[in-house]
Structure formats: structure tokens, C-alpha cells
């Protein structure tokens, strides 16, 4: 019964985008810390990883998981969208962007260049399609496990595989900055007074983002990781 009003309600639909979207920023936050092993070195990361491969069956409903919020966040995006243009068919004649930011009004074209961008990462580093003679399967380390530190190394080490993810987190970093605040508005986590210090936190975690996963590749590129 919730969930059926959940799901034909336009403010449930939006709840649904809301959640799915902020448990996508807690994976996007916890993904960034994880990669940060590159930094200690190939055992901090290589165990890492065989931690989380270790998880076997729970590592695979933490997956499926992720795949159907994203889904459901991408179908309920969609569906709003469409929503919105029906509900007002002929355009408005003048577009007040005073209030809406660059941001915000790319959220569609962002978002969709995002999951092009999870479809070749997962192509890339998951399964290997990308890079097949670097991939983790065929690199062991000392210790017998997977080499995901020295598959990440290679990857970087092409300027153009860099370029393109530099340019990837740009734009979920510009998805960011206008989702982070507007998930707290839509779940009514805000009030008039502290709103200018939602936007500010929202901008700062966006750029914290960016920032945090580009060091990667460029220090890869710049040969701090080597
Ligand atoms: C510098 C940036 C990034 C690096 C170095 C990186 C690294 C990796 C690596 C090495 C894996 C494979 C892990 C393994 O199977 O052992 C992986 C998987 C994945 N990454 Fe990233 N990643 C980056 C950015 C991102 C971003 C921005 C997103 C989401 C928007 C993302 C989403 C994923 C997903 C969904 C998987 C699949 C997880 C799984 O197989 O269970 N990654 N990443």
C-alpha cells in the first residue's frame, strides 16, 4: 500500500530519486576512500580488494543492490522529467535563470553522461573489456592476489583513460553540487536559515569529490604512484 502511493505519487516519486540518490553519494564517498589505498601502496590496496572480493555472497547482494537503486534513481528521473514537460507542454517564453545555476539545469545531461561513464568503468576495471592484457585477473602480486593496484597503474598511465575520467568526475562533480542540497531539501532536512549553508556544504562536497578521486590518476600520470 506504501509502496504503491510511494510509486504513483509524484512527491513519492521524488522521495524514491531523493533516497536512491543519497545512498549513491554514501557509495560515491565510500568507493573514494577505498581508492584512496592507492596511496599506502599495492598491499593496502590489493588486500583491500581481496577484503571485499573475500565478501562473496554478500558482495554480490551489495551489488545487485547498487545496480536496482540506480536503476530505480535513473527510471524515476526519467519519469519526473517527462512529468514535468507534460504538465507544461508549450515552454515558458522567457526562462528565469536568475535562480536555477548551470548545475541545476544540466542535472539530465549529467546524470546521463555519468552512467555512460559507470558503463565503460565497469567495462574497464570490473570486467576487464577496456584494458584485457592489464586486467586484475591476469596481474598477481607477490602474495598470489589479484593486482588491482598495478591494473589501476596501467589504466592512469594512458593519457587519453586519465583525460576521460578527469573529465567524468567534472561532471559528477557538477551533478553533485546541485543533488547533494536538493536531496536534503526534498527530504525536508532544511529550513530558510540554514539553506545558504546547505548550498555552500553541498558545493564543498562536490568539489572535495572531484578532487579526491582525480589525485589518482594524476598523480598515476604525474609518477607520485608509481
Ligand atoms: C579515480 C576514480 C576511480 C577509480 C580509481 C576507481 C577504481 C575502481 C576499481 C579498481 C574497481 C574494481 C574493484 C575490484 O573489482 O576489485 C571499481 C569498481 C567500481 N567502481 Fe570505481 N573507481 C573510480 C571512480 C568511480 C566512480 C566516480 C564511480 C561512480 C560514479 C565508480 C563506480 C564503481 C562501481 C559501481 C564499481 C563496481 C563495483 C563492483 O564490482 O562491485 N567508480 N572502481
Given at each position: 500500500m506504501i509502496l504503491k502511493r510511494l510509486v504513483t505519487s509524484s512527491v513519492g516519486r521524488k522521495t524514491i530519486?531523493?533516497?536512491?540518490g543519497l545512498l549513491l553519494i554514501l557509495f560515491i564517498l565510500v568507493h573514494m576512500l577505498g581508492n584512496w589505498n592507492m596511496f599506502l601502496g599495492p598491499d593496502a590496496m590489493n588486500s583491500y580488494a581481496a577484503k571485499l572480493q573475500s565478501l562473496g555472497g554478500l558482495l554480490w547482494i551489495a551489488r545487485i543492490g547498487l545496480i536496482v537503486i540506480f536503476l530505480l534513481h535513473v527510471f524515476f528521473t526519467i519519469q519526473l522529467n517527462i512529468e514535468n514537460k507534460q504538465a507544461r507542454p508549450i515552454p515558458y517564453?522567457?526562462?528565469?535563470?536568475?535562480?536555477?545555476?548551470?548545475?541545476?539545469?544540466?542535472?539530465?545531461?549529467?546524470?546521463?553522461?555519468?552512467?555512460?561513464?559507470v558503463i565503460y568503468h565497469l567495462l574497464h576495471y570490473t570486467l576487464g573489456v577496456v584494458q584485457p592484457e592489464t586486467f586484475k585477473a591476469k596481474l598477481t602480486?607477490?602474495?598470489?592476489?589479484?593486482?588491482?593496484?598495478?591494473?589501476?597503474?596501467?589504466?592512469?598511465?594512458?593519457?587519453?583513460?586519465?583525460?576521460?575520467?578527469?573529465?567524468?568526475?567534472?561532471?559528477?562533480?557538477?551533478?553533485?553540487?546541485?543533488?547533494?542540497?536538493?536531496?536534503?531539501?526534498?527530504?525536508?532536512?532544511?529550513?530558510?536559515?540554514?539553506?545558504?549553508?546547505?548550498?555552500?556544504?553541498?558545493?564543498?562536497?562536490?568539489?572535495?569529490?572531484?578532487?579526491?578521486?582525480?589525485?589518482?590518476?594524476?598523480?598515476?600520470?604525474?609518477?607520485?604512484?608509481?
Open positions: 530519486v531523493a533516497v536512491t517564453k522567457k526562462k528565469d535563470y536568475v535562480r536555477a545555476t548551470l548545475t541545476s539545469r544540466t542535472m539530465a545531461v549529467s546524470g546521463l553522461l555519468i552512467l555512460a561513464f602480486d607477490a602474495q598470489g592476489r589479484p593486482d588491482v593496484y598495478m591494473m589501476v597503474i596501467y589504466g592512469f598511465r594512458n593519457p587519453i583513460i586519465s583525460l576521460s575520467y578527469i573529465i567524468a568526475m567534472l561532471l559528477l562533480a557538477m551533478h553533485l553540487d546541485h543533488a547533494v542540497q536538493s536531496v536534503f531539501q526534498t527530504l525536508g532536512w532544511t529550513t530558510k536559515n540554514i539553506f545558504p549553508k546547505l548550498i555552500r556544504f553541498s558545493r564543498a562536497f562536490a568539489i572535495f569529490i572531484f578532487i579526491g578521486y582525480t589525485l589518482i590518476p594524476l598523480s598515476i600520470l604525474l609518477g607520485i604512484i608509481k
